[in-house]
């Protein structure tokens, strides 16, 4: 079993910084992905960022290409979602995801995934 704390949502002003943290902890390989995934009030879930553990190969969605930087840290089992130039639509409940891989690369995929943090909810004002 896998569990996933996320932390370091809150409220910002549009063009501001958020650091978001997901540490996992419990049975892990060494050749998971974990992911970040949001979701606003009224809209599906979508796919943000993901990484590959054993060599830090990054995923984006386009709409967060050249704002948002996911990296991790092995030792801790930790994977960071710096987010800048933050815009109001970013608003929404932001989640991490890990993956054990295989089943072919579906990194946007939510069901590729099969352990799902709490969420920490990000807040961008205008």
């Known amino acids: 079993q896998v569990q996933l704390v996320e932390s370091g949502g809150g409220l910002v002003q549009a063009g501001g910084s958020l650091r978001l943290s997901c540490a996992a902890s419990?049975?892990?390989?060494?050749?998971?992905?974990m992911g970040w995934f949001r979701q606003a009030p009224g809209k599906e879930r979508e796919f943000v960022a993901s990484?590959?553990?054993?060599?830090?190969?990054?995923y984006y969605a386009d709409f967060v290409k050249g704002r948002f930087t996911i990296s991790r840290d092995n030792a801790k089992n930790t994977v960071y979602l710096q987010m800048n130039s933050l815009k109001p639509e970013d608003t929404a409940l932001y989640y991490c995801?890990?993956?054990?891989?295989?089943?072919?690369?579906?990194?946007?995929?939510?069901?590729?995934?099969?352990?799902w943090g709490q969420g920490t909810q990000v807040t961008v004002s205008s």
């Open positions: 990484i590959r553990r054993i060599d830090a190969y990054t």
């Open positions: 995801a890990l993956s054990p891989g295989g089943r072919g690369l579906q990194y946007e995929a939510q069901g590729w995934y099969d352990y």
């Open positions: 419990g049975r892990t390989s060494s050749h998971y992905y």
